[in-house]
C-alpha cells in the first residue's frame, strides 16, 4: 500500500474525523479517490462525445425552420 500525505483545513479534518467515526478512515480516504477518478473519467467522455456531436452536427448542413417544425410534428398524436 502506498500512503499519500494531504494537507486539508483544520474544519475539514474534524468533520471528517466526526462523520467517519469508528471507520476505517483509510478505506473511507481510498473509496473517496476512487469515486473522484471515475467521476473525472465519466466528465472527460461526457466531453468527448460532445465535441464528436458538435463536430457532426457542423458538418451537416443547416435546416430551414419550415423542416425543423415538420420535423417536430412528425408521428405526435
Same mark, same amino acid.
Given at each position: 500500500?502506498?500512503?499519500v500525505n494531504?494537507? !486539508?483545513? #483544520?474544519e475539514v479534518? +474534524? %468533520?471528517?474525523?466526526? $462523520?467517519?467515526?469508528g471507520e476505517n478512515k483509510s478505506a473511507v480516504i481510498a473509496g473517496l479517490m476512487r469515486q473522484a !477518478?471515475? #467521476?473525472?473519467?465519466? +466528465? %472527460?467522455?461526457?466531453? $468527448?462525445?460532445?465535441?464528436?456531436?458538435?463536430?457532426?452536427?457542423s458538418r451537416l448542413?443547416?435546416?430551414a425552420?419550415?423542416?425543423i417544425g415538420r420535423a417536430r410534428r412528425t408521428g405526435r398524436p
Open positions: 500500500m502506498a500512503t494531504f494537507s !486539508v483545513p #483544520e479534518k +474534524r %468533520e471528517f474525523q466526526e $462523520a467517519f467515526a !477518478v471515475e #467521476e473525472r473519467r465519466r +466528465r %472527460e467522455r461526457r466531453s $468527448a462525445a460532445v465535441e464528436a456531436l458538435l463536430g457532426m452536427r448542413p443547416p435546416f425552420a419550415a423542416e
